[in-house]
């Protein structure tokens, strides 16, 4: 899923990717687009649970890998 992370910037060029096989298990990047920088996060998850924080752009990218794309 792309989205904007700040109202500054002018377009959804931050992104949440879910990539899991059919048990859940798997990992979630994200990347965070600003003016200055991007940042890149991995998170693993197991059985379609992260094993650490996640946003609710990464809850939502699990989702819809859960359910075969759609929320």
């Known amino acids: 899923m792309r989205y904007n992370s700040f109202s500054d910037v002018g377009s959804?060029?931050?992104f949440t990717l879910a990539l899991l096989n059919n048990e859940g298990d798997?990992?979630?990047l994200t990347s965070i687009y600003s003016r200055?920088?991007?940042r890149t996060y991995?998170?693993?998850v197991?059985?379609?649970?992260p094993q650490q924080g996640a946003s609710k752009e990464e809850q939502s990218a699990?989702?819809?890998?859960?359910?075969g794309g759609s929320v």
């Open 62 to 67: 699990i989702s819809m890998a859960r359910s």
């Open 42 to 44: 991995g998170k693993a």
């Open 36 to 38: 200055e920088e991007t």
């Open 12 to 14: 959804d060029l931050s």
């Open 26 to 28: 798997g990992v979630v």
């Open 46 to 49: 197991r059985k379609f649970v």
